[in-house]
Antibody, heavy 124, light 108 residues
Framework: QVQLVQSGAEVKKPGASVKVSCKTSGYTFTDHFIHWVRQAPGQGLEWMGWTNPNTGGTHYAQKFQGRVTMTRDTSITTVYMEVTRLTSDDTAMYYC?????????????????WGHGILVTVSS | SSELTQDPAVSVALGQTVRITCQGDSLRRYYASWYQQKTRQAPVLVMYGENNRPSGIPERFFGSKSGNTASLTITGAQAEDEADYYCNSRDSSGYYYVFGTGTKVTVL
């Protein structure tokens, strides 16, 4: 079965960086983009960007360009996201989610499997 | 601010029908996908494309789109449908994805 297992909670100081992981299994890793979505406490969902595990290509929301880097390790079917220059506004739950294959896109874009989320707390 | 606008909250009597809407210019060109999020849980995909339900999602969930508005309708709402619902699609540029502002559904 498809699984996205995320790393554990993180506590960071302002100005620091955090790198979180998303270990995938149960499907062909290179067939599906992985998206990252975050949710600040009591707030809505915010799309951050995606990485293409096949090519390593990335696409970030304008808000995060220059501060977010998404990478992957195909040998262990894991994707990573690093966020730099953290502020208290980055305190949030961070989710990875699987996008459709290029074929599946014919029936509509969607994020069909999600990780359980990683709580990143930024506090001095 | 999100380019996809949803009503903050709606309520529905048990067994009745509720429609959740998502408005945005990009929806004239693109379909939305819909996600259900219960308290302290990860979002779950409930609808995508023209009207496609993932495996395991009850038939009482129905999707539609007209003009700049996408809708998720729940016919015969159940207590377990009480949750936050988010739409997701491309933004007006078509280059980025964006989530709607979210709708809290209360089942009375």
């Amino acid at each position: 079965q498809v699984q996205l297992v995320q790393s554990g909670a993180e506590v960071k100081k302002p100005g620091a960086s955090v790198k979180v992981s998303c270990k995938t299994s149960g499907y062909t890793f290179t067939d599906h983009f992985i998206h990252w979505v975050r949710q600040a406490p009591g707030q809505g969902l915010e799309w951050m960007g995606w990485t293409n595990p096949n090519t390593g290509g990335t696409h970030y929301a304008q808000k995060f360009q220059g501060r977010v880097t998404m990478t992957r390790d195909t040998s262990i079917t894991t994707v990573y996201m690093e966020v730099t220059r953290l502020t208290s506004d980055d305190t949030a739950m961070y989710y990875c989610a699987r996008g459709p294959t290029s074929y599946d896109l014919l029936t509509g874009y969607r994020l069909d499997y999600w990780g359980h989320g990683i709580l990143v707390t930024v506090s001095s | 601010s999100s380019e996809l606008t949803q009503d903050p909250a709606v309520s529905v009597a048990l067994g009745q029908t509720v429609r959740i809407t998502c408005q945005g210019d990009s929806l004239r060109r693109y379909y939305a996908s819909w996600y259900q999020q219960k308290t302290r849980q990860a979002p779950v995909l409930v609808m995508y494309g023209e009207n496609n339900r993932p495996s395991g999602i009850p038939e009482r969930f129905f999707g539609s789109k007209s003009g700049n508005t996408a809708s998720l309708t729940i016919t015969g709402a159940q207590a377990e449908d009480e949750a936050d619902y988010y739409c997701n699609s491309r933004d007006s540029s078509g280059y980025y994805y964006v989530f709607g502002t979210g709708t809290k559904v209360t089942v009375l």
